[in-house]
């Protein structure tokens, strides 16, 4: 079976320019997380989604960073305009059901983002 | 807030020695879970602990929960060097509006020698 799938895995961008990532969970999975990892850090939950719907984006900084998951299945993060730092590595989750029932959360390779 | 601490956050040891890192959080919860990260690459889950007094082990690793300690331990026996790696541990809780996330630990990097 397939894992959680993100794209690309590494970027480089410049101050100011946009910047999207993919994530396509596990299939089956309903709900889906979007985390940033600093370096040398544990990750920390931006937003998190139960099929369609954004249940948690409590921590997603709003005025640059966007988030949708259209049909419940595949999601995309956006940053627009990028900051220096936005520089970490973007994990995606996905889980069967809300993590509080002692689901595990499955976690994807990262897009490790860089900007100059 | 919430804080999840481990320690040590740098370990390195020497194959064949046992060795214990422990997680500490300040508020209540009685879920927690262990993962593993090499250079690179993505989170492994490696325990769930579901209640106060949990034990699950895997080969030479083993995890515990106490709850009322708000502690808990991953050990190591007779470590090996595949098993070099990060180790997060990751609290459930229940915030504001009935909301819950995973928290997150700094991570415990632990070095192998030979």
């Known amino acids: 079976e397939a894992g959680v799938v993100q794209s690309p895995r590494y970027k480089i961008i410049e101050k100011k320019q946009p910047v999207a990532f993919w994530c396509n969970p596990i299939s089956g999975h309903n709900t889906l997380y979007w985390y940033r990892q600093n370096l040398g850090q544990g990750p920390e939950l931006l937003i998190r989604?139960?099929?369609?719907?954004?249940?948690?984006d409590s921590q997603l900084p709003k005025d640059r960073f966007s988030a949708e998951r259209l049909k419940g299945v595949d999601s995309t993060l956006k940053i627009q305009p990028a900051e220096l730092g936005d520089s970490a590595v973007y994990l995606c989750a996905s889980s069967l059901e809300v993590s509080g029932a002692g689901e595990t959360q499955y976690f994807g390779p990262g897009t490790r983002l860089l900007v100059l | 807030e919430l804080k999840v601490e481990q320690n040590p956050l740098f370990l390195s040891m020497q194959e064949g020695k046992n060795y214990t890192i422990y997680c500490n959080y300040s508020?209540?919860?009685?879920?927690l879970y262990w993962y593993r990260q090499d250079p690179g690459k993505s989170l492994e889950s490696l325990f769930v602990?579901?209640?106060?007094?949990a034990v699950k082990q895997e080969g030479r690793l083993m995890a515990s929960l106490d709850t009322k300690a708000r502690l808990s331990t991953l050990h190591i026996t007779a470590a090996v060097h595949d098993l070099s790696a990060t180790y997060f541990c990751?609290?459930?809780?229940?915030?504001?509006?009935?909301?819950?996330?995973?928290?997150f630990g700094k991570g415990t990097k632990l070095t192998v020698n030979p």
């Open positions: 990751a609290v459930d809780i229940v915030y504001r509006g009935g909301s819950e996330k995973l928290v």
């Open positions: 989604y139960e099929n369609e719907e954004a249940v948690d």
């Open positions: 508020t209540t919860s009685d879920r």
């Open positions: 602990l579901l209640s106060n007094g």
